[in-house]
């Protein structure tokens, strides 16, 4: 065990929350599958409506894997630029350095989320309220990837690209059509220590407190 993960194996809770960071570069050295079934477990203890866990996640870490998906998620962002009205030369650079950010990164996971095992209701209403409660475990479970990432001794990157073209990861990863990628997991050993973002105080996320 390296001095690093020996280090952040003593932290303490709050240390691994304010340490977290959100880390867009990556070293190459690989992670073992070890590190990541802890990574999936940590997800796994999330809270989740009734408990039933609305969620799956696609691990990968083949180079092929990760550039067959990047190179279709590109192509569909390509398209969207455009339609934006981007130039060529833009597309090509954002593209060009997502897809680099998605294939070095030693592994990609996509979270999914799985409405099946949810409660039915006749109503629109209520079963919207159903996915919005699956959608917030679906948070809960990819913070406690994060941080599990972290308290390992490694990072994690959050891509929300896949939820702006679902069926194209569907298809690129040959996913259940129960499946809904909602987002792109980048993880390994930060290639450099990345910029901290500033945290507003609490008494400024406080709205009312009686
Ligand atoms: C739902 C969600 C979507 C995000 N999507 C992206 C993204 O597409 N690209 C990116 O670089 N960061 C993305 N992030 C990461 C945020 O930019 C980052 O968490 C925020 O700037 C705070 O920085 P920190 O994570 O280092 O504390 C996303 C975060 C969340 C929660």
């Known amino acids: 065990m390296s001095t690093r993960r020996a280090k952040k194996a003593t932290m303490d809770f709050m240390q691994i929350i304010r340490g977290r960071r959100s880390v867009r570069a990556f070293r190459a050295a690989p992670l073992t599958r070890a590190q990541l079934e802890l990574v999936l477990e940590a997800a796994g203890w999330a809270p989740s409506p009734h408990g039933r866990q609305p969620w799956r996640f696609v ?12 190179a279709a998620m590109g192509q569909q962002w390509r398209q969207q630029l455009a339609l934006d009205g981007q130039d060529e030369a833009t597309i090509n650079a954002r593209f060009a350095q997502s897809h680099q950010r998605i294939t070095s990164a030693p592994a990609v996971i996509v979270p999914c989320l799985y409405l099946e095992e949810l409660d039915r209701y006749p109503d629109a209403e209520r079963q919207a309220a159903e996915t919005t409660m699956a959608i917030q475990s679906l948070g809960c479970a ?6 599990a990432a972290y308290a390992q001794g490694f990072d994690g990157g959050w891509m929300c690209a896949p939820l702006f073209c679902q069926a194209t990861v569907r298809t690129a ?12 997991i980048t993880l390994g050993y930060a ?3 990345p910029q ?15």
């Open 59 to 70: 691990v990968l870490t083949s180079p092929e894997a990760k550039g067959r998906l990047a």
């Open 173 to 184: 990863l040959e996913l259940d059509a129960a499946l809904q990628p909602h987002a792109l």
């Open 191 to 193: 290639a450099r220590d």
């Open 142 to 147: 990819i913070q406690n990837m994060l941080l």
């Open 196 to 210: 901290r973002r500033p945290r507003k105080s609490v008494a400024d996320l406080v709205a009312h407190w009686e």
